[in-house]
């Protein structure tokens, strides 16, 4: 599993008064979070420390004091994170004689601040997708997707929302105009990005047939299309139900394991990084690099519907807060 080194900062797992990692965190109304035996500490005015009830950090006062539950999700990732250190000490040899069952995390965000590397990573397939949808919710970085119908082939008819997309039998009655695909039945998102990070999620559901990914935005769009990379094209295909490959020249096979009915994307437009995730399994399926040039578009195809066979929509999800 290949992270970006963003997302791995210190910072975002470290609790602000005692400047460790969390132990047991809890979430302040005002969205920062703490230790629970910090923050309680604080309010309880140890040290004089407490001026009434507000967050440490950005000072909000409340009127009454919150109610604070356990953070759930950033447990589960810190608990696993301890986990990951603990391990990583006995493969190194010992943790030394400084060892502290609170702080022996911050080791291992030391190694994580570059990509993880491939022979350390078999033991984060169980939350890896957590960790990413954790902060990827806290940063902001889910991608408010719709597609664009002047890019939509004839025969895909797409939502009046704009979230869903479905191949049907004949062609619609639309303008031919210059960013409309006339050949390769597939839409581009409305959305382009040229830095930062995005993800976002497509409910694939049962369908045989779908390309998902992202293109170029000045891809060509007429007659045959050659996608691949180097013609600004990269995306994740299933082919009759079992059939999965990276579209490279030549294609690159993929073995899945579990069939994902909800596919994740995440793209760092900076590092030049796309992985493709199993969301309900929370397992990388594949990530690539490369360099974007221009601003890029989320790419979908759910393909024909081959009489009905493969006639499911591909739709765009919404990415939800993990309890």
Same mark, same amino acid.
């Given at each position: 599993?290949a992270? &970006?080194?963003?997302f791995?900062?210190e910072?975002q797992f470290?609790?602000? @008064?005692?400047? %460790?990692v969390?132990?047991?965190?809890v979430?302040t109304?005002?969205?920062?979070? /703490?230790?629970?035996?910090?923050?309680?500490?604080?309010? +309880?005015?140890?040290?004089g420390a !407490?001026? =009434?009830y507000?967050? $440490?950090?950005?000072? %909000?006062?409340?009127?009454?004091?919150?109610e604070?539950?356990?953070?759930r999700?950033?447990?589960e990732i810190? %608990?696993? /994170?301890k986990q990951?250190?603990?391990?990583?000490?006995?493969h190194d040899?010992?943790?030394g004689?400084? =060892?502290n069952s609170?702080? %022996?995390?911050?080791?291992?965000f030391?190694?994580?601040?570059?990509?993880?590397?491939?022979?350390?990573?078999?033991?984060?397939s +169980?939350?890896?997708?957590?960790?990413?949808?954790y *902060?990827?919710?806290?940063? +902001?970085?889910?991608?408010d @997707?719709t597609?664009d119908?002047?890019?939509?082939? &004839?025969?895909?008819? *797409?939502?009046v929302?704009?979230?869903?997309?479905?191949?049907?039998?004949r062609?619609?009655?639309?303008?031919?105009?210059?960013?409309?695909?006339?050949?390769?039945?597939?839409?581009l !998102?409305?959305?382009? /990005?040229?830095?930062?990070?995005?993800?976002?999620?497509?409910?694939?559901?049962?369908k045989?047939d779908?390309?998902?990914g992202i293109?170029?935005?000045? #891809?060509?769009?007429?007659?045959?299309i050659?996608?691949?990379? !180097?013609?600004?094209?990269w995306?994740?295909?299933?082919r009759?139900?079992t059939?999965y490959?990276?579209?490279?020249?030549?294609?690159?096979?993929?073995?899945?394991?579990?069939? &994902?009915?909800?596919?994740?994307?995440?793209v760092?437009?900076?590092?030049?990084?796309v992985?493709?995730?199993n969301?309900? !399994?929370?397992a990388? *399926?594949y990530?690539?690099?490369? =360099?974007?040039p221009?601003? @890029?578009?989320? /790419?979908?195809? $759910?393909?024909?519907?081959?009489s009905g066979?493969?006639?499911?929509?591909? @739709? *765009?999800?919404p #990415?939800?807060?993990t309890?």
């Amino acid at each position: 599993m290949a992270l &970006p080194a963003a997302f791995l900062s210190e910072d975002q797992f470290t609790c602000s @008064i005692c400047l %460790e990692v969390f132990n047991n965190p809890v979430s302040t109304p005002c969205g920062h979070s /703490f230790c629970q035996a910090c923050i309680s500490s604080y309010w +309880n005015g140890d040290g004089g420390a !407490a001026k =009434s009830y507000q967050c $440490p950090l950005c000072k %909000e006062t409340f009127r009454k004091r919150p109610e604070l539950h356990i953070n759930r999700t950033l447990k589960e990732i810190t %608990e696993q /994170f301890k986990q990951m250190s603990s391990a990583d000490v006995r493969h190194d040899g010992g943790a030394g004689k400084n =060892s502290n069952s609170h702080s %022996e995390p911050k080791s291992l965000f030391l190694k994580t601040r570059g990509y993880l590397r491939p022979d350390r990573t078999d033991h984060l397939s +169980n939350f890896q997708l957590l960790l990413l949808k954790y *902060i990827t919710l806290s940063l +902001n970085l889910t991608a408010d @997707i719709t597609l664009d119908p002047y890019t939509s082939h &004839p025969r895909l008819i *797409i939502s009046v929302d704009g979230k869903q997309v479905h191949c049907g039998e004949r062609h619609q009655q639309v303008p031919d105009n210059p960013e409309r695909f006339d050949r390769v039945v597939c839409v581009l !998102a409305r959305q382009g /990005f040229s830095i930062g990070q995005h993800y976002w999620e497509v409910e694939v559901g049962e369908k045989t047939d779908w390309d998902l990914g992202i293109a170029s935005h000045s #891809v060509n769009r007429k007659g045959k299309i050659n996608v691949s990379p !180097a013609h600004g094209y990269w995306f994740l295909s299933l082919r009759d139900g079992t059939d999965y490959t990276f579209r490279t020249e030549p294609s690159t096979k993929l073995t899945v394991n579990l069939r &994902p009915s909800r596919i994740g994307i995440f793209v760092d437009c900076d590092k030049g990084l796309v992985s493709f995730y199993n969301v309900e !399994a929370r397992a990388l *399926i594949y990530t690539f690099t490369a =360099s974007f040039p221009q601003t @890029i578009r989320p /790419f979908f195809s $759910p393909c024909t519907n081959k009489s009905g066979r493969n006639g499911a929509p591909l @739709i *765009i999800c919404p #990415v939800p807060v993990t309890e």
